[in-house]
């Protein structure tokens, strides 16, 4: 089983659509989760972290359900500069120290 | 603040030659950096923690000795790829870490094995 599973899409939306996205970690001892983006060939940058209190940075909402080990984000009145890959991050600690584990991510293209 | 650069952006090599590629924190010291790499449609996968003056922590399943990291000082881990082969083909995306929790990630260097 994937340390952390999210569903790929593609997600194709019109503009100004509300679309979510969710995802799933296995290890319960994870201390701190993120939403990253990823534009096509470009490195991850970090959208925002997520808080059990759930937190919004403007069009973007993040949710944490701990029990049930559960991540969302929900994208509203999309842009078409939305359009990106967006990762599930899973801070772990290990042997090695702290460690991100990232899912596979999930395509979103925003369209006119 | 908290600028990661990767040099270089991008290598096409032929099999069986080594490629070294440099990761630099430009405006932090960076107490750890990892390196990781991406296969088309994939997720990232860990290869290696490195923290600066000791050896790498390298991830299951990553070879060490094909696969060299070095973290001489706190702003430059290098990653060899030695003797690098087509499957070797991949995005390599460092990262660097002051201190705190939140990881800076450089812009990455495509690797192209003929």
């Known amino acids: 089983r994937k340390e952390v599973e999210q569903d790929p899409g593609p997600f194709n939306v019109p503009e100004g659509a509300t679309v979510a996205f969710n995802c799933t970690y296995s290890?319960?001892?994870?201390?701190?989760f993120f939403w990253y983006r990823q534009d096509c060939r470009k490195e991850p940058k970090l959208l925002m972290s997520?808080?059990?209190s759930g937190n919004e940075d403007g069009r973007f909402t993040a949710q944490l359900n701990r029990a049930s080990q559960y991540i969302s984000l929900l994208i509203r009145d999309s842009k078409l500069s939305d359009s990106a890959t967006y990762l599930c991050v899973v801070n772990i600690y290990s042997n090695s120290g702290y460690a991100l584990n990232f899912g596979k991510g999930t395509s979103l293209l925003v369209t006119p | 603040g908290a600028v990661v650069s990767q040099h270089p952006s991008r290598v096409i090599c032929k099999s069986g030659t080594s490629v070294k590629i440099e990761c630099r924190s430009l405006d932090f010291q960076a107490t750890t950096m990892f390196w990781y790499r991406q296969f088309p449609k994939q997720s990232l996968m860990l290869m290696a923690t490195?923290?600066?003056?000791?050896?790498?922590?390298?991830e299951q399943g990553v070879e060490k000795d094909k696969f060299l990291i070095n973290h001489a000082s706190l702003t430059l881990s290098t990653l060899t790829v030695t003797s690098a082969h087509p499957e070797d083909s991949s995005f390599y995306i460092c990262?660097?870490?002051?201190?705190?929790?939140?990881?800076?990630f450089g812009p990455g260097t495509r690797l192209t094995v003929l």
């Open positions: 990262s660097a870490r002051d201190g705190g929790t939140e990881q800076f």
């Open positions: 997520v808080y059990s």
């Open positions: 490195s923290n600066e003056g000791s050896k790498a922590t390298y």
């Open positions: 290890n319960s001892a994870s201390q701190s």
